[in-house]
């Protein structure tokens, strides 16, 4: 069974920078969507980031123009941190293979911004 990991979280004063990865046990193929969801204590899970393999991108509102997908949205580049960023974040990707469709999430990693 694929297995994706999460790393680069951790502790980080407001303004800070982290960057995120994921790295699966195996190979993917006909994957249509990456993605980075948070979930911070007390509320649902919410989509961060994700994108296509053409490309098209998706990102929360409040967020843009502070994180920032990679192309093949193996990473999370996030500036600027806020307190309110404070979360376990989780990598999923999402497609299609043998007539099936997939959704994978590793086990997420924490990111906390704390002065």
């Known amino acids: 069974q694929v297995q994706l990991k999460e790393s680069g979280g951790g502790l980080v004063q407001p303004g800070g920078s982290l960057r995120l990865s994921c790295t699966a046990s195996?190979?993917?193929?006909?994957?249509?969507?990456t993605g980075w969801y948070r979930q911070a204590p007390g509320k649902p899970r919410e989509l961060v980031a994700a994108?296509?393999?053409g490309g098209d991108r998706r990102t929360l509102d409040s967020v843009k123009d502070r994180f920032f997908i990679s192309r093949d949205g193996a990473s999370l580049q996030m500036n600027s941190l806020k307190v309110e960023d404070t979360a376990v974040y989780y990598c999923?990707?999402?497609?299609?293979?043998?007539?099936?469709?997939?959704?994978?999430w590793g086990q997420g990693t924490q990111v906390t911004v704390s002065s």
């Open positions: 195996e190979m993917l193929v006909g994957i249509r969507v």
């Open positions: 994108i296509t393999p």
């Open positions: 999923m990707v999402g497609g299609r293979e043998d007539g099936s469709d997939f959704e994978h």
